[in-house]
């Protein structure tokens, strides 16, 4: 983690180097990090949008071989080699991510732990707008917007699984309680986390809720072009 967390802190440090300000580092920092896990992020609505180009064959695959699994299995490896698509690829980016995630959340809980410089340890308790001190907690408006936030990223999410998928209709009950779950659960972890993290997520969920409008305006274009193909 720490080979993670301290280049982390060295970009971060640069930034307020730039700027004077903890807060608006944090903002701008976040920016950084959303741009450079973007192509991540357009690789799976390329993924998604071919799983919806795919899933029609696999259903019927599934209703032919319902009775022989082992047949099922073969039939679907062919396709998978025919179609050149990879259905493991949809978490590949997510597992990239997740120790990004982990060490963003690490560095800004804690910054002290990961940057020497004794002015980054002054920054960290800078005042920004209403909250006094941005290593402590905010205990209200922080954490709500954030909650609110997710609340929307999840219901973009839920627009990007492709309707009538085995895989859709079984994630779907559990999707649907997360989308009312996790933004209580942020907003609870929002008032006791340092509010500089909160900020991050805060910024870095919306900037997800643009990348993901824009994705998924792409992926209806990529799945249009994909189905206008096949007719010529």
């Known amino acids: 983690m720490k080979y993670i967390v301290v280049p982390l802190g060295m970009l971060l440090n640069a930034i307020y180097d730039l700027l004077g300000h903890y807060g608006y580092a944090i903002i701008v920092f976040t920016l950084i990090v959303r741009i450079?896990?973007?192509?991540?992020?357009?690789?799976?609505?390329?993924?998604?949008?071919?799983?919806?180009?795919?899933?029609?064959?696999?259903?019927?695959?599934?209703?032919?071989?319902?009775?022989?699994?082992?047949?099922?299995?073969?039939?679907m490896q062919e396709l998978y080699r025919e179609e050149k698509f990879n259905p493991m690829m949809g978490c590949l980016p997510m597992l990239i991510q997740l120790p990004i995630i982990w060490g963003l959340f690490s560095l800004l809980r804690n910054p002290i732990l990961y940057m020497n410089d004794a002015e980054m340890w002054i920054a960290s308790h800078e005042s920004f707008f209403w909250v006094p001190d941005l290593s402590q907690p905010d205990q209200w408006i922080l954490?709500?917007?954030?909650?609110?936030?997710?609340?929307?990223?999840?219901?973009?999410?839920?627009?990007?699984?492709?309707?009538?998928?085995?895989?859709?209709?079984?994630?779907?009950?559990?999707?649907?309680?997360?989308?009312?779950?996790?933004?209580?659960?942020?907003?609870?972890?929002?008032r006791s986390f340092p509010a500089g993290l909160t900020i991050y997520w805060f910024v870095g969920t919306l900037v997800q809720i643009g990348q993901t409008k824009l994705l998924n305006v792409w992926k209806k274009r990529l799945v249009a072009k994909n189905e206008a193909s096949k007719k010529k």
């Open 36 to 75: 450079v896990l973007f192509p991540l992020y357009a690789n799976q609505i390329k993924h998604s949008a071919k799983m919806a180009e795919v899933q029609p064959k696999m259903q019927a695959l599934q209703k032919q071989y319902a009775n022989d699994r082992e047949t099922l299995n073969m039939k």
């Open 143 to 190: 954490p709500i917007l954030a909650g609110i936030s997710t609340f929307f990223s999840f219901m973009l999410t839920q627009q990007q699984q492709t309707p009538g998928s085995e895989m859709s209709n079984q994630m779907a009950p559990m999707m649907k309680m997360m989308k009312y779950f996790f933004p209580v659960m942020i907003v609870g972890m929002g």
